[in-house]
Structure formats: structure tokens, C-alpha cells
């Protein structure tokens, strides 16, 4: 399937400012591109790409103060198949992990693993390793928060949304990843486009949404598995930007200094084998 996808992202700033953007598609979905997912930027200013530590495209530019607007709009194919369903993949022993894997092991800024690992062992101590205990998480996670995008707090950590109840996507990601690092299951954060492709529409604004991968052994061997406590699905159409210990990694932009938040369209549909994108103003 083809699915149309970008975003209108604009920021008031009020000096000259630094900022660093992670919305490139990521690095792996680059062969899936059928357009170009360049940003552009209004005012037009000079842009530097790098690849951060894990693995991700990142794009610095230096705003010149007052409004700066970036945005892409773009086709990438997709399989159109759902997230990956191995139920009898099996939890590797710490021991036997790679390297490069371990620290999606260990706390994070919003993955409190100290505050929550008895409660962990609590509820998951008794379920079946691999994938079974992760979908158990998963499950749980689901019901634990109560979604209310106008209850977002960017400051709130897995601790806060197990005791508060409520948040949006990031915090079902944040729970979920904390309590399979405490169960000694690698977890790492991911953000990204995810459409209503195969669901109801839902009728609220269209963001960025957050789900989480963890480390198995599976029937293809060892590899990464996504999994989404925000909707407890299998969804299609999942396109990645970002991966990382969790949602600071992973942020969309990073100024340094004020940058308020001026425009935010995001948008993500399935769009005809023949259809064609039109120019990008």
C-alpha cells in the first residue's frame, strides 16, 4: 500500500536559536520512500543532518528568530501487513544478551526501573516468559492509563503514570517499556506516524504516536517485536522515526532556549496505488 504522510510543525522564537528536529523517516524505512521526505524550513536556513547514537537522522539549524516553520510531505510504501504476531517467542537470558542490547535494560530519565521493579515482579512474576509475560504488560498497561490528551505532561515519568492513571501515548509507551526492563526483557522506546489504516477514524487531531519494540527470540531468530499499550493491537501502517531509551531520545525538536509551539498539523492516510503527490509548496 501507499500511505501519504507529513507534517506543519511552527515555533515562535524570539532570538537566534538552535534547534535539533528528528523527523526524517528512520534510516531502516529509507528504501520504503517513494518521494523525498526532506524537510523544508520558512524562513529557508542552512540545515545539517547527523546520525545520533542510536541510529537515528537528526537535522540541526539555527532559527534566526520570529516564526520558523518545517515541514515534508511525502509517500512511503508499506507492506500493509500488522505488527509481527510470534507468541512463541522465548525471553533471552541477560547473560546471552549482545552488548548493544543491555541498556534497554537499564532506567532511563522517564523509565523509572527503581521505583517500579517490585511492583513488576508483583504482577508478572507468575506469567509465562517471552512473549506471553509481554503481552501480560502490555494488557495491563492498556488498562492501568486512562488516555486524555489534554491531561499531557511532557515531565511525567512510567512512576507517575502508574500512580496518576492517565496521560497519552508516550505514557503507556513509558509504563510498559519500565515494567519489561524490570522483568529483565529489553525494551526500547519508538516514536512515529501511525494512521487509522484498518481501524475507525479517530475523529481528534492527528500526532506523532509512541509504541515500544522489545528484544526476543523468535522463529526468525533474534529480533526486535513492536508492541502498542496505547491501543493493545496489532495496527498497520506504523511508520518510524525514532528509537531510543524513551521519549528523550526521541524528541521531535530540541531548541535551546524558549520556542513556543505555534502550529502542529500531522497527517497520515492510505492513499491509491495511482495516486499522485502533488508539489510541495
Given amino acids: 500500500m501507499r500511505i501519504k504522510t507529513g507534517y506543519t510543525i511552527g515555533y515562535d522564537t524570539f532570538k537566534p536559536m538552535p534547534i535539533i528536529y528528528q523527523l526524517d523517516v528512520h534510516p531502516s524505512r529509507a528504501h520504503d520512500l517513494l518521494s523525498s521526505d526532506a524537510m523544508q524550513v520558512d524562513p529557508p536556513v542552512p540545515m545539517?543532518?547527523?546520525?545520533?547514537?542510536?541510529?537515528?537522522?537528526?537535522?540541526?539549524?539555527?532559527?534566526?528568530?520570529?516564526?520558523?516553520?518545517?515541514?515534508?510531505?511525502?509517500?512511503?510504501?508499506?507492506?500493509?501487513?500488522?505488527?509481527?504476531?510470534?507468541?512463541?517467542?522465548?525471553?533471552?537470558?541477560?547473560?546471552?544478551?549482545?552488548?548493544?542490547?543491555?541498556?534497554?535494560?537499564?532506567?532511563?530519565?522517564?523509565?523509572?526501573?527503581?521505583?517500579?521493579?517490585?511492583?513488576?515482579?508483583?504482577?508478572?512474576?507468575?506469567?509465562?516468559?517471552?512473549?506471553?509475560?509481554?503481552?501480560?504488560?502490555?494488557?495491563?498497561?492498556?488498562?492501568?492509563?486512562?488516555?486524555?490528551?489534554?491531561?499531557?505532561?511532557?515531565?511525567?515519568?512510567?512512576?507517575?503514570g502508574y500512580t496518576q492513571r492517565v496521560g497519552v501515548c508516550r505514557d503507556f509507551a513509558h509504563l510498559a517499556v519500565t515494567l519489561c526492563r524490570c522483568m529483565n526483557i529489553p525494551a526500547r522506546y519508538c516514536t512515529g506516524y501511525l494512521g487509522d489504516i484498518g481501524v475507525p477514524v479517530d475523529p481528534n487531531p492527528m500526532d506523532f504516536s509512541a509504541w515500544?519494540?522489545?528484544?526476543?527470540?523468535?522463529?526468525?531468530?533474534?529480533?526486535?517485536?513492536?508492541?502498542?499499550a496505547r491501543h493493545d493491537a496489532r495496527r498497520i501502517g506504523r511508520i518510524v522515526i525514532a528509537r531510543g531509551r524513551d521519549a528523550t531520545d526521541v524528541a521531535i525538536s530540541t531548541s535551546f532556549g524558549t520556542a513556543l509551539l505555534a502550529r502542529f498539523d500531522v497527517h497520515t492516510v492510505e492513499v491509491a496505488d495511482d495516486f499522485v503527490l502533488p508539489p510541495h509548496d
Avoid: M
Fill in 48 to 160: 545539517r543532518k547527523y546520525t545520533d547514537g542510536f541510529g537515528n537522522t537528526c537535522v540541526r539549524l539555527l532559527s534566526p528568530g520570529g516564526r520558523v516553520t518545517v515541514s515534508a510531505d511525502f509517500l512511503i510504501h508499506d507492506s500493509g501487513e500488522p505488527d509481527a504476531y510470534a507468541p512463541d517467542a522465548r525471553q533471552i537470558a541477560v547473560q546471552d544478551l549482545p552488548d548493544d542490547v543491555l541498556v534497554y535494560l537499564l532506567g532511563s530519565r522517564y523509565c523509572d526501573t527503581d521505583k517500579l521493579a517490585g511492583t513488576a515482579w508483583s504482577l508478572f512474576g507468575g506469567a509465562p516468559e517471552g512473549w506471553a509475560r509481554v503481552a501480560a504488560i502490555v494488557e495491563w498497561a492498556h488498562e492501568r492509563i486512562r488516555f486524555d490528551y489534554q491531561l499531557a505532561d511532557a515531565t511525567r515519568s512510567a512512576f507517575d
Fill in 212 to 228: 515500544f519494540e522489545v528484544y526476543l527470540e523468535g522463529p526468525e531468530g533474534r529480533r526486535c517485536y513492536t508492541f502498542d
